[in-house]
Nanobody, 122 residues
Framework: QVQLVESGGGLVQAGGSLRLSCTAS????????MGWYCQAPGKQRESVAT???????NYAHPVKGRFTISRDNAKNTVYLQMNNLKPEDTAAYSC????????????????WGQGTQVTVSS
């Protein structure tokens, strides 16, 4: 069974930094796109950043220039470096990965982590 486990969330003052990590484990054969989403209270979940296996990235406009997504394919891990954090960045952040595993060997499907809370105080 595939699992995604996030870490690195917490409470930080505005202008501070956090680094989120998410590691996929299980009988994984291949991982395509990985990404981070966020959901603030009362709002819909939104894409923050994505990265392909080859390293191509895409960012939501509000985080461009402040957040950096990266991945270590050997470790099945994706990171989100969050700099110059703002109170409006406060949300639950979840990672997702497009994975082909031994149970679904002929196709990819998306898996999600349980989420980690990021709170930015003003």
């Amino acid at each position: 069974q595939v699992q995604l486990v996030e870490s690195g969330g917490g409470l930080v003052q505005a202008g501070g930094s956090l680094r989120l990590s998410c590691t996929a484990s299980g009988r994984i054969l291949s991982i395509n796109t990985m990404g981070w989403y966020c959901q603030a209270p009362g709002k819909q979940r939104e894409s923050v950043a994505t990265i392909t296996r080859g390293g191509s990235t895409n960012y939501a406009h509000p985080v461009k220039g402040r957040f950096t997504i990266s991945r270590d394919n050997a470790k099945n891990t994706v990171y989100l470096q969050m700099n110059n954090l703002k109170p409006e960045d406060t949300a639950a952040y979840s990672c997702t990965a497009e994975i082909r595993d031994e149970a679904t060997s002929d196709h990819f499907q998306y898996y999600w982590g349980q989420g980690t809370q990021v709170t930015v105080s003003s």
